[in-house]
């Protein structure tokens, strides 16, 4: 399976950007899905997940600001960031993985995200 995102780009504090990996390959369904960050100097952190039951959890920096969502159908899970701040600014990567019997995992190639007046 492949990850791919799209929606990264420059915005001024306080703007919102809309993030959306769509994979391609085996079932989408059967993949709990993340979105990690890695920011300039820092190591890749996770930002929020969703599990195949689409419960959501969120790291405390975020919350309330972004929403994890996630179209089974469509094999898409999407990342909606509202009011983003300078050090929001970070490279954001899909993650996706099943678990128990198969173990797969596969990272996105990332998307920049610069937040900056």
């Known amino acids: 399976v492949q990850f791919v995102e799209s929606g990264g780009g420059l915005v001024q504090p306080g703007e919102s950007l809309r993030l959306s990996c769509v994979a391609s390959g085996r079932i989408f369904s059967l993949y709990n899905m993340a979105w990690y960050r890695q920011r300039p100097g820092k190591q890749r952190e996770l930002v929020a997940d969703?599990?195949?039951?689409?419960?959501?959890n969120y790291t405390d920096s975020v919350k309330g600001r972004f929403t994890i969502s996630r179209d089974n159908t469509e094999k898409t899970v999407t990342l909606q960031m509202n009011s983003l701040k300078p050090e929001d600014t970070a490279v954001y990567y899909c993650?996706?993985?099943?678990?128990?019997?198969?173990?797969?995992?596969?990272w996105g190639q990332g998307t920049q995200v610069t937040v900056s007046s």
């Open positions: 969703i599990n195949k039951d689409g419960r959501a």
């Open positions: 993650y996706g993985e099943t678990g128990e019997p198969y173990n797969w995992s596969h």
